[in-house]
């Protein structure tokens, strides 16, 4: 029998999002039926919401996700109920020719719920990054549930399943950042913050933030930056020139995600530096660089999606990170807040004034 249980939907466009009764049915083949008790509340949440993504309205939001197994589908046997969970929106399918070259961080076939949940009068839901966890449950493929340590609280655990994930892999993952490193990053959001952690605990020399808000590069000292520059009456990369002896820095790392953030992490790096893009574009967003600045100081220009991570091999390690007193995953939730208040989290989000909202039920 469906599960009634109260859900965020997002049923237009730009429309405020809408506290709704949906229908989550039991879990079939390969998929898991998880009791949320806390989801973040994420920039891609907004992004749904204004029909940034795509157009396939009603959205059922949220997904960045902690939460525990209420039941499985029948061939199910790696996960049981009762078990404590992180929600990953990539899934590798093992098959696909990502997963069989040996890279399922880019699985290009992530698995999702088969089964619709829905309105009660039928209407399928589209759910946020194949989630969909602002609802007092949710149906997921089993691949997309991780097991961590239950010790975590959930409205700490469930941030590595988007953000901190994001930014922290952008870090060490795809910018590789290793021992001695200098690390400039842009934006000092929870993704930007995530990948100076990320940098900082993989050993970098010295972690300089980037931001237009001096209440943000305060905050970035708590995850580790050694340096802040405040590029709003600053010019960012003189400034990182200085602080790196003259060169530039060996790994920069845009958390913004706009044309004029890239195209100042492409200078600020040094000669054959790395710069990472994790800030998610706008469709219609485009740059322009002199094509002899891009051969002459070499490097690589990297795109990350999901920090390429591996949700099963990362999720429990940063959990032990996180109860190890190494990642401060505390320090990114800014408040705790119910089902009916997301609409005015957004607005927080938007006016900077939040790491982090996150629901908890």
């Not at 009764?21 to 008790?37: F, H, N, R, S, Y």
């Not at 021992?179 to 972690?207: E, H, W």
């Not at 991570?309 to 939730?333: A, E, H, K, N, T």
Request: with cysteine; proline share 6%.
């Amino acid at each position: 029998m469906p599960h009634e249980v109260h859900a965020v939907v997002a049923a237009k466009q730009g429309a405020p999002v809408e506290l709704r009764t949906i229908l989550v049915p039991d879990p079939g083949p390969g998929e898991v039926l998880v009791a949320v008790q806390a989801c973040g509340v994420c920039h891609t949440d907004l992004h749904y919401r204004d029909g940034a993504i795509n157009d396939a309205f009603p959205f059922l939001l949220g997904h960045e996700a902690a939460g525990v197994v209420e039941a499985v589908g029948p061939d199910v046997t790696e996960l049981a109920p009762g078990d404590y969970v992180v929600l990953a929106w990539r899934a590798p399918c093992g098959g696909c020719r990502s997963c069989r070259r040996g890279r399922p961080w880019y699985c290009f076939d992530s698995r999702n719920a088969a089964q619709p949940m829905t309105l009660p009068d039928g209407t399928p839901l589209s759910p946020a990054l194949g989630i969909g966890a602002f609802a007092e449950k949710t149906l997921v493929a089993a691949g997309q549930a991780v097991k961590v340590d239950p010790s975590a609280r959930p409205e700490a655990a469930g941030l590595i399943g988007c953000g901190v994930m994001a930014g922290y892999g952008a870090a060490v993952h795809t910018g590789a950042v290793g021992s001695g490193d200098t690390v400039a990053v842009i934006g000092c959001g929870g993704v930007g913050n995530a990948a100076i952690a990320g940098a900082s605990i993989a050993g970098a020399r010295r972690v300089i933030a980037i931001d237009i808000d001096e209440r943000k590069l305060d905050g970035a000292t708590r995850f580790g930056a050694t340096h802040t520059v405040n590029s709003r009456g600053t010019d960012a990369i003189e400034a990182v020139r200085q602080l790196t002896g003259g060169n530039g820095a060996d790994v920069v790392i845009d958390a913004v995600g706009r044309p004029e953030t890239f195209t100042q992490g492409f200078y600020l790096r040094d000669l054959a530096g790395t710069l990472v893009l994790v800030g998610v574009p706008d469709p219609d967003m485009r740059i322009e660089l002199p094509l002899i600045d891009l051969f002459s100081r070499g490097g690589a220009l990297k795109s990350s999606w999901y920090g390429d991570c591996l949700p099963s091999r990362d999720f429990p390690l940063l959990i032990d990170r996180y109860l190890g007193g190494r990642l401060d995953l505390d320090g990114f939730v800014t408040e705790t807040i119910g089902l009916d208040e997301v609409e005015s989290a957004f607005d927080k989000m938007r006016d900077g004034q939040v790491l982090r909202s996150v629901v908890v039920l």
